[in-house]
């Protein structure tokens, strides 16, 4: 039996509306753009470049981390039902370094594995653009009040 995915989106957004909240922050500078919504995913992409390489020319593995934690936070929080009185914050991010990338881009996709009332976990897959599996990551975000 095939199941339909859930449409777990509760805020209404466009990928320009959620680029735009990138604009002088870790994600522009690492050249992070959003592009693709799903019913239950969400996909971004960076640049294996100058910015996100580690000395030996290799994609660095924070960098492959802080995609991760973008595309799955930023999807967390469009689960969420009030953005103006709750919040993200992450718990905890892992990260397995599968294979090196050099050049190119690499693109991540965030699933959820549980939305909670309180805390969300998010599976983050990063393929290169062969579409080899790159890095998988996992993240736990809390659900807070917001006091800012």
């Known amino acids: 039996m095939h199941l339909s995915p859930t449409i777990i989106w509760k ?3 466009t990928i320009e509306g959620i680029n735009a909240l990138s604009v002088n922050t870790l994600n522009e500078n690492l050249g992070i753009e959003f592009i693709e919504i799903g019913d ?29 934690e973008t595309i799955g936070s930023v999807a967390s929080a469009l689960c969420l039902e009030d953005l ?19 050049s190119g881009y690499v693109y991540g996709k965030a699933r959820p594995v ?30 807070v009040d917001r006091k800012w």
Not at 42 to 53: A, C, E, H, S, Y
Not at 114 to 129: F, K, S, T, Y
């Open 11 to 13: 805020q209404q957004f």
């Open 40 to 68: 239950d995913y969400l996909i971004g992409k960076m640049p294996v470049d100058n910015r996100t390489i580690q000395p030996l020319g290799l994609l660095h593995g924070g960098a492959s981390a802080s995609l991760a």
């Open 84 to 102: 103006e009185r709750k919040s993200t914050v992450g718990l905890e991010i892992n990260a397995n370094h599968l294979i090196g990338v050099r």
């Open 114 to 143: 549980r939305l909670g009332r309180n805390i969300h976990v998010w599976n983050i897959e990063i393929r290169d653009e062969e579409a080899n599996l790159v890095c998988v990551s996992r993240l736990t975000l809390a659900i």
